[in-house]
């Protein structure tokens, strides 16, 4: 993409983009992916996205509902190459038509992100409360560990009911024909566990060990017309036994036996001890990270434009929605358990001037020590965008997408909280430990910087 610049007033840089007739092709690749992805199409082999699109969605050019996210495509990648940093995503204005295997040509008019200083740059002063060990997450996993070994012994019999568990032997068929899959000489079955279908469990209620029933009951397996239909399944069940749920007890002997790789259960106990710890230490690492930086914004100094203001609060408003939507969640609902519209606009404002505040001032930071980046530096802002992410292949990606303007400026305020926290004057008050989960600055800064 040929990129050239020319500077306006007040900040603004111009940007005239060619976009050659392959990266037009790719934007519009990537962008019709995106849609077919979002819309629930189904692939097909041997069948291209917008052959799909027209069977699946009744759409017959694809290109044209696409366009205006294939031109977003290709704004990051002109930003990239002149290496500039918008206060806020610009749009594009197209100077001719757009079409596939066409040049395209287009227009930006970009608000360079603003620069700050700082009223000092001393280390901040801070007190925290001290790191306690929370031994939950340990007695959580112990629990879990026994619920999951649960074995199951003999009880006395009775007629069997609902919630019971018994061992039964069986012999199930479809048309004459048996079902592999459910034949058992002698399986534990709990009931009304949804591991067969009602009328299954109906039919065994009131058995006793030693009895044997011959039955039908219904289950889904066939399909009419695309849809799942029940069938007609007959079997023979024979009661064994009723049984009971033993719940083991976590000691030495059981640990010996079933998780031989610790010698007892203290072991095992300081295995999940030291992860857990990890986990905790790191989290209360970030709350202190977070405390760091939040006492730097009061040295902030300046006036951030009402464009950069309504342009991030309108970005966090949109990030906001699609959380919401894929928690299944409106838009009002989340207004009202929030105060109405009124409560969340001020909190909304609020959250939308700390964002800014707070990039501003570790983009000062950064600058006046002169910090420099490593690969290491851009790994760990990607893995703060994507804790279970591959950092590396994520970093590529943002690279080849044209957004490593924006991973660079993540990895730079990552490195400038990391300073500000190492050069803290921290001073450990005698009070109860910071939330395990309390949130990091960096993941956040990763996040709003992602975005833009």
């Known amino acids: 993409m040929k990129v050239t610049e020319k500077k306006l007033a007040d900040g603004v840089i111009k940007l005239d983009c060619e976009a050659t007739a392959i990266e037009v092709n790719n934007a519009l690749k990537e962008a019709a992916e995106a849609f077919a992805m979002q ?25 044209k509902i696409v366009e205006p996210n294939a031109i977003e495509v290709l704004v990051p990648r002109a930003l990239d190459r002149r290496n500039l940093v918008p206060a806020f995503p610009p749009k594009a204005t197209p100077t001719v038509k757009f079409e596939r295997g066409k040049k395209f040509t287009f227009t930006l008019n970009v608000t360079v992100k603003p620069t700050y200083e700082l009223a000092s740059y001393e280390p901040v002063e801070i007190t925290v409360p001290p790191f306690t060990f929370d031994e939950t997450p340990i007695n959580q996993q112990l629990e879990e560990i026994a619920k999951n070994s649960v074995t199951y012994v003999v009880a006395d019999a009775k007629p069997l009911a609902a919630g019971d568990a018994c061992s039964i032997a069986m012999k199930c068929f479809d048309d004459g024909e048996e079902i592999k899959a459910l034949t058992c000489e002698d399986r534990t079955y709990l009931m009304g566990r949804g591991y067969m279908p009602e009328g299954f469990d109906e039919a065994l209620i009131g058995m006793e060990p030693g009895q044997t029933k011959e039955f039908t009951f219904e289950a889904p397996l066939g399909t009419e017309n695309g849809e799942v239909v029940n069938k007609p399944i007959s079997c023979t069940v024979t009661v064994k036994e009723i049984q009971q749920e033993v719940v083991p007890v976590i000691d030495d002997a059981w640990v010996k036996a079933n998780m031989p790789m610790f010698a007892s259960r203290e072991a095992l106990v300081a295995d999940m001890r030291r992860v857990f710890e990890a986990q905790q230490r790191e989290a209360y690492e970030g709350y202190v990270q977070q405390m760091a930086v939040g006492q730097l914004t009061r040295r902030f100094e300046g006036r951030i434009a009402d464009e950069v203001y309504e342009a991030t609060r309108d970005q966090l408003m949109q990030n906001l929605r699609m959380e919401l939507q894929q928690a299944g969640m409106t838009w ?28 501003f001032c570790l983009d000062a930071v950064y600058r006046h020590e002169r910090l420099t980046l490593t690969d290491k530096d851009l790994e760990d802002a990607c893995l703060g965008m994507n804790p279970q992410g591959n950092p590396k292949m994520m970093r590529q990606q943002l690279e080849d997408s044209g957004r490593g303007f924006a991973l660079r400026e993540t990895a730079e305020r990552l490195k400038a909280a990391r300073f500000v926290a190492s050069q803290a004057k921290i001073t450990v008050a005698d009070a109860p430990a910071a939330p395990a989960d309390a949130p990091a600055a960096p993941a956040d800064e990763a996040k709003a910087a992602d975005e833009n």
């Open 39 to 63: 819309m629930g199409v189904r692939p097909a082999p041997g069948k291209s996205i917008e052959e799909l699109a027209k069977e699946q969605l009744g759409i017959a050019d694809l290109d």
């Open 332 to 359: 009002e609902q989340f207004v009202a358990q929030n105060g109405g519209e009124q409560q969340f606009g001020m909190m909304l404002m609020m959250q939308t001037r700390e964002v800014l505040v707070q990039g």
